[in-house]
């Protein structure tokens, strides 16, 4: 069974704070990596992706793969109210394959 | 900016029904999916579709789902003989610009979903 797994949360951080969101994934043929937002009864929003080892930045996000440990994680940085949400990891095989599998998520709170 | 579409927003039918979900992809992708959200639970694959047929589908996608392009804009999924475990967010998503390189390009845009309650 490919799981991805999430810390459920509540993840509450204050405004303006470093938010940290951390995700695993048991396939080591997984080669690509989505960060998806959302809100609650929307559609996921995707944010950042990161194919390669390493820390990719966009704005206040930065997405970090360690494809070894099987492990991506996602910082938000200057925390804002609007960004409270539930964050989706997901994950895909990339070889002809393009089914995501997504993990249960993490609810993240940014208390004003 | 372009986005995917999906209508009904909120479908309501009878256990036994068939319910028809309509999509309109991002015009110039070559790829589209569809996923399902039981409240409270993770996005789930179902199907996806290239160059006029399925060229993926999960254990859940089973007899009773098909999906169609019928025209060169809309993309449906059709439950022939709904259950009640149907009821579920279904999103509609498509990826992949025609002539864009296949590597690192799997990244997946997704409509508003359509809300399906079967009573």
């Known amino acids: 069974q490919k799981e991805v797994e999430q810390n459920s949360g509540p993840l509450s951080v204050p405004e303006g704070a470093i938010a940290s969101l951390n995700c695993t994934y048991s396939?080591?043929?997984?080669?690509?990596f989505f960060w998806y937002r959302q809100y609650s009864g929307k559609s996921p929003e995707l944010i950042m992706f990161?194919?390669?080892?390493g820390d990719k930045e966009d704005g206040r996000f930065t997405a970090q793969l360690n494809k070894a440990s099987q492990y991506v994680s996602l910082l938000i940085r200057d925390s804002q109210p609007s960004d409270s949400a539930t964050y989706l990891c997901?994950?895909?095989?990339?070889?002809?394959?393009?089914?995501?599998?997504f993990g249960s998520g993490t609810r993240l709170q940014v208390q004003p | 900016e372009p986005e995917v579409t999906q209508t009904p927003s909120h479908q309501v039918t009878q256990m036994g029904q068939e319910v028809i979900l309509r999509c309109v992809p991002i015009s110039n992708h070559l790829y589209f999916y569809w996923y399902r959200q039981i409240l409270g639970q993770k996005v789930e694959f179902l199907v996806s579709?290239?160059?006029?047929?399925?060229?993926?589908k999960s254990e859940i996608f089973d007899d009773q789902f098909s999906v169609e392009r019928p025209d060169g804009s809309n993309f449906t999924l059709k439950i022939r003989s709904t259950k009640l475990e149907d009821s579920a967010m279904y999103f509609c998503a498509s990826s992949e610009r025609i002539g864009r390189r296949l590597a690192g390009g799997v990244e997946q845009f997704f409509g508003p979903g359509t809300r399906l309650t079967v009573l």
């Open positions: 997901a994950v895909n095989r990339d070889t002809g394959r393009r089914a995501l599998t």
């Open positions: 396939d080591r043929g997984s080669q690509s």
């Open positions: 579709f290239y160059n006029n047929e399925i060229s993926e």
């Open positions: 990161i194919y390669s080892n």
